[in-house]
T-cell receptor, first 114, second 113 residues
């Protein structure tokens, strides 16, 4: 079964440093999402893409976070500078464009900021 | 905006018993309600979903019920097995599966052999 690929699986960085996460969605999935999951809580949407366009980035802290999906396939989420409060699991998900298509999540990148 | 509350936060059952997890939502426009299972170190995996035009859906040992009037939905797992142990999340969206999923805080289910 096709999966959403994410890398790296784990990342430790010092505060004020830059960090980037990569996601490769399931082939053919036009919609891509980045969610953040703080330990012990449910995921929260950061940004949603349809192809290469941003559909919803209302929850993205734009002063330090950026996301791109230049060719409408894989995507990169960047944090610069990282803060202690950014420690969390960053999950990527994808879905087909059709309204009934469910989200498929990757296994995430666990970020620890020291 | 939408708010999803999930109860209980932890649930321990004996193997073979049933488990029920309940969620309430605040936005009457919500029309899509998925349930995800998350095992340690992995991403959430969809186990069942229901849309607002359906009151109940069943898939083998898993069923979900939706009460739109009361704005609550529930996950029922029958004949629980140790491999059902995980964290379960409910979610709601007002734009079908393409919308921003608002998740509950999760229920940690432990099934004791």
């Amino acid at each position: 079964e096709a999966e959403v690929a994410q890398s790296p699986r784990y990342k430790i960085t010092e505060k004020s440093q830059a960090v980037a996460f990569w996601c490769d969605p399931i082939s053919g999935h036009a919609t891509l999402y980045w969610y953040r999951q703080i330990l012990g809580q449910g995921p929260e949407l950061l940004v949603q893409f349809q192809d290469e366009s941003v559909v919803d980035d209302s929850q993205l802290p734009k002063d330090r976070f950026s996301a791109e999906r230049l060719k409408g396939v894989d995507s990169t989420l960047k944090i610069q500078p990282a803060e202690l409060g950014d420690s969390a699991m960053y999950l990527c998900a994808s879905s087909l464009l059709e309204g009934n298509s469910p989200l498929h999540f990757g296994n995430g990148t666990r970020l620890t900021v020291t | 905006g939408e708010n999803v509350e999930q109860h209980p936060s932890t649930l321990s059952v004996q193997e073979g018993d049933s488990a029920v997890i309940k969620c309430t939502y605040s936005d009457s426009a919500s029309n899509y309600f998925p349930w995800y299972k998350q095992e340690l170190g992995k991403g959430p995996q969809l186990i069942i979903d229901i849309r607002s035009n359906v009151g109940e859906k069943k898939d083998q040992r898993i069923a979900v019920t939706l009460n739109k009037t009361a704005k609550h939905f529930s996950l029922h797992i029958t004949e629980t097995q140790p491999e059902d142990s995980a964290v379960y999340f409910c979610a709601a969206s007002n734009r079908g599966s393409q919308g921003n999923l608002i998740f509950g805080k999760g229920t940690k289910l432990s099934v004791k052999p």
